[in-house]
């Protein structure tokens, strides 16, 4: 049974950093591309991270600036997002995702509409 489960979402401060993992289970990472996204209430899905599963190599938005990183341990078969310097714009849902696409740039709108595999979602809020 195929599955991604996130994990370690919750509230904290303004300025804070915080890493979210997704554990995959019923697939390999060796086959897929992965990513990460979220969704802020009343406003469209967005992806904020993903990783190529030819070169490992990594993309994100211009508007993080450099904010966030993806990475993966396909040895627990476990993808992460380490967040830092959060605010309250980085209030959302957070949700990881893979698909055998193997690779795309977050940049591309509706990306998320293409990728078959996601988690649950884990909230994260940024608040004082």
């Known amino acids: 049974q195929v599955q991604l489960v996130e994990s370690g979402g919750g509230s904290v401060q303004p300025g804070s950093s915080l890493t979210l993992s997704c554990r995959v289970s019923?697939?390999?990472?060796?086959?897929?591309?992965i990513g990460w996204f979220r969704q802020a209430p009343g406003k469209e899905r967005e992806a904020v991270a993903s990783?190529?599963?030819?070169?490992?190599?990594?993309s994100y938005p211009d508007f993080l600036k450099g904010r966030f990183i993806i990475s993966r341990d396909k040895a627990k078969d476990t993808i992460y997002l380490q967040m830092n310097s959060l605010t309250p714009e980085d209030t959302a849902v957070y949700y990881c995702a893979a698909d055998r696409l193997g690779s795309w740039h977050p940049e591309v709108p509706g990306v998320w509409k293409h990728l078959t595999l996601w988690g649950q979602g884990t909230l994260v809020t940024v608040s004082s």
């Open positions: 019923g697939f390999t990472l060796d086959d897929y591309g």
């Open positions: 990783m190529s599963v030819f070169d490992d190599s990594t």
